[in-house]
Nanobody, 131 residues
């Protein structure tokens, strides 16, 4: 059974940084899209970033929602079955419960605007930003 466990959340001041981790068990990261989503109180969950490895014919790639481009970075450590989300220059608009998610279909393109393609979800880790 696939399980995703996030960690690394916390409270930081505006302008600060955090690194979130998502460790997978029961699964080995290969060519599946893995994403990070966030949900703030009273708001819908939104896709933040996603990553997928290359096929051997094409390069791997990452996608980001516009509001985090240049500030957040998603990366994968396949040897340790871990996906990271580096959060830099945090603003008061970034606090939320951040969750990682995994698409069960190998090589499917990453589309973070549609969370229905992600079959597995972690419980999330809370990020708080103080001004």
């Amino acid at each position: 059974q696939v399980q995703l466990v996030e960690s690394g959340g916390g409270s930081v001041q505006a302008g600060g940084s955090l690194r979130l981790s998502c460790v997978a068990s029961g699964y080995t990261y290969r060519g599946n899209c893995v994403g990070w989503f966030r949900q703030a109180p009273g708001k819908e969950r939104e896709g933040v970033a996603a990553s997928r490895a290359g096929t051997g014919y094409t390069s791997g790639y990452t996608v980001y929602t516009d509001s985090v481009k240049g500030r957040f970075t998603i990366s994968q450590d396949n040897a340790n079955n871990t996906v990271y989300l580096q959060l830099n220059i945090l603003t008061p608009e970034d606090p939320a419960l951040y969750s990682c998610a995994l698409d069960a279909v190998l090589w499917r393109p990453c589309v973070i605007s549609y969370e229905g393609t992600f079959a597995y979800w972690g419980q999330g880790t809370q990020v708080t930003v103080s001004s």
